[in-house]
């Protein structure tokens, strides 16, 4: 098997993989809605759109740089991967209402062949939105967690563990006036 040093050396090997997963789709994203139209509903919704649909390669990265952090034993990175991740979820959520406001009105202004398009295309984005949420949220807690989990473990190796095989047999006490 491995050693636990060699194991730490690949580990900080891959953060360069883990990053690109995260980097390339959003790099993607910049690069295709480049010309910033806040202010356009069809801008809006297909930025959104393209940002959800892309969700799935960075959720992938920042879990496997939480993954390496955790083995090579680097908390203060793993925290700080714990609260990127509760922090994007949260910024998915309010995403995740504008975009089905948009979409509500994008709907509206395409001709009727088309209104079953956009209504599909929504949803996959959405459900993508909505599991990346998820996956977002319960990681970014496990690594909170996981970055104090080492000081508590450690502290409870260090106390010797009861034995619950000890059985204290105490005598009854005496009755007043009876003897002893």
């Given at each position: ?89 949260v910024v998915l959520a309010a995403l995740l209402v504008l975009f089905g ?25 959405a459900f993508a939105a909505v599991t990346a949420m998820i996956a977002l ?44």
């Amino acid at each position: 098997m491995f050693s636990d040093e060699n194991l730490q050396r690949y580990a900080k090997a891959l953060y360069p993989a883990a990053i690109l997963l995260v980097l390339v789709p959003l790099a993607d994203i910049t690069l295709r809605s480049f010309g910033a139209e806040a202010g356009s509903l069809q801008w809006r919704f297909g930025t959104v759109g393209l940002l959800f649909g892309n969700l799935g390669t960075v959720v992938l990265g920042l879990t496997l740089t939480g993954f390496l952090a955790a083995i090579a034993g680097q908390r203060g990175l793993l925290r700080g991967v714990g609260m990127v991740a509760i922090l994007l979820a949260v910024v998915l959520a309010a995403l995740l209402v504008l975009f089905g406001l948009d979409a509500i009105q994008i709907r509206r202004l395409v001709a009727l062949p088309m209104r079953r398009g956009i209504l599909l295309s929504s949803l996959g984005a959405a459900f993508a939105a909505v599991t990346a949420m998820i996956a977002l949220l319960i990681g970014g807690r496990g690594a909170l967690l996981a970055s104090r989990a080492e000081r508590g473990v450690s502290e409870r190796r260090t106390k010797p563990a009861p034995s619950p095989l000890v059985a204290q047999a105490t005598a009854p006490r005496p009755r007043a006036g009876e003897p002893v």
